[in-house]
């Protein structure tokens, strides 16, 4: 009897520990699992053969659009645009169509079609379409559960180029910046849409850019960039924590251990990157410093932070750029004649996608930058390379406007 009762209580215990290890949402957002363009993936080739890796699958009818790939364990979703409309398409992992889901009117005046990445987290999708629509939809069937349009119900303002926010959420809180006078950020219920909380900033304008989420002192504060200022937002209550006004094209933040990069920042007689450094509790940031060493511009967001060192593109010496965190002094740099580059890193590599559709596959050490292996990605728009890629499970997904494109960049053995 005691021996029964031992046995199950070990398979309870066994379920238990089980259903708590399954239970964690599955998340794919934009720029990775940590939002910051670094993979955790390993066994990764460090070389490449000379026609590039071998490419396991493509579909060619996306129509135009700069959404990346959402990739899930046994999915993949990304946008199409076609005729003006945008769709929510899936795929499984071997290519096939899973479903193709009508969301609605799509941006087609400049650059036309979709320019956000779709959010997903656990069993509901999110997709901000550049006319300020957001869509909240069921990821296995792309079914629309709810829609809020930020221009009319929250007085939001689109931009020159429509809005490119990839969103971001925590808790039962779905992120995004309407920019509006009174609604410039806001808060919504990631399952029903209601409005949590509103923030009115400094009511300025939607740009390019996309929030990120830090804590400081036991509390957590969004980041996000409007038209002329750059917002710490306590996602508590809404409540504004600071505000640093300066013009900048970032499309991301970055943070690290209390301190926040911003790239393309202008002023009056200059243009570079600058640091702020944020005060221990939180509610107060200053300037650390400002560097045009490289003069350096950022237009997608493709920067990484790694050992302490800051990479990115460099559009004047059409390259890759390396300065260092504490300082801003440039350490090294090498041409790749792109003019602008968005990286992402995995495997102790760095992966550099071209506007013009080439792909290099970098290493940087105390010997400087060396260039492994390059290849092209084809088809589609010549200059428009501007997608992030997407690391998973060993493969490489690349969108590039009609097309998305998968590679196995895993290590045989």
């Known amino acids: 009897m005691i021996k029964n009762t031992i046995n199950l209580c070990i398979l309870g215990l066994s379920f238990f520990v089980l259903t708590q290890c399954t239970s964690a949402p599955e998340i794919s957002q934009w720029r990775g699992p940590n939002r910051d363009g670094i993979y955790p993936e390993k066994n990764l080739l460090k070389e490449w053969p000379a026609e590039g890796p071998e490419l396991l699958w493509k579909y060619e009818n996306l129509g135009k659009g700069y959404a990346s790939a959402a990739v899930l364990f046994d999915k993949v979703l990304t946008i199409a645009t076609l005729d003006s409309i945008s769709y929510i398409m899936a795929f499984d992992h071997e290519g096939g169509i899973l479903y193709k889901?009508?969301?609605?009117?799509?941006?087609?005046?400049?650059?036309?079609?979709?320019?956000?990445?779709?959010?997903?987290y656990d069993k509901l999708g999110y997709y901000l379409g550049a006319l300020g629509v957001l869509y909240c939809f069921e990821i296995e069937t792309g079914e629309v559960k709810w829609t809020k349009d930020l221009f009319t119900e929250f007085d939001g303002k689109n931009n020159r180029y429509g809005i490119t926010e990839n969103l971001l959420i925590e808790g039962d809180q779905l992120f995004c910046m309407p920019g509006g006078k009174k609604d410039n950020v806001i808060a919504l219920n990631k399952n029903t849409g209601e409005l949590i909380w509103r923030c009115d900033g400094n009511g300025g304008a939607s740009v390019y850019a996309s929030p990120i989420l830090i804590e400081m002192a036991n509390e957590k504060y969004?980041?996000?960039?409007?038209?002329?200022?750059?917002?710490s937002v306590n996602i508590k209550d809404g409540s504004l924590a600071w505000k640093y006004n300066m013009y900048t094209g970032n499309p991301l933040p970055i943070y690290k251990e209390g301190y926040l990069f911003l790239m393309d920042y202008i002023t009056e007689k200059d243009r570079g990157a600058i640091m702020l450094k944020i005060a221990d509790d939180g509610k107060s940031v200053a300037k650390e410093w400002f560097s045009n060493s490289l003069n350096v511009v950022a237009m997608f967001g493709g920067e990484l932070i790694i050992d302490n060192k800051i990479y990115g593109s460099n559009s004047k010496q059409k390259g890759v750029f390396c300065i260092d965190w504490k300082t801003g002094v440039a350490i090294d740099s090498i041409k790749n004649n792109s003019l602008i580059s968005t990286l992402i890193a995995a495997d102790d590599m760095i992966y550099s996608y071209g506007f013009e559709g080439n792909i290099s596959l970098l290493k940087h050490d105390e010997n400087g930058f060396?260039?492994?292996?390059?290849?092209?990605?084809?088809?589609?728009?010549?200059?428009?390379?501007?997608?992030?890629?997407?690391?998973?499970n060993g493969r490489l997904y690349i969108r590039h406007d009609n097309s998305l494109f998968v590679y196995d960049i895993s290590a045989k053995k």
């Open 101 to 120: 889901k009508e969301l609605g009117p799509e941006w087609m005046t400049n650059f036309p079609g979709s320019r956000s990445t779709p959010l997903l």
């Open 370 to 392: 060396n260039i492994v292996s390059t290849f092209r990605v084809e088809g589609g728009l010549k200059n428009q390379h501007c997608s992030h890629p997407v690391i998973h």
């Open 222 to 231: 969004l980041i996000t960039i409007s038209d002329s200022t750059v917002l």
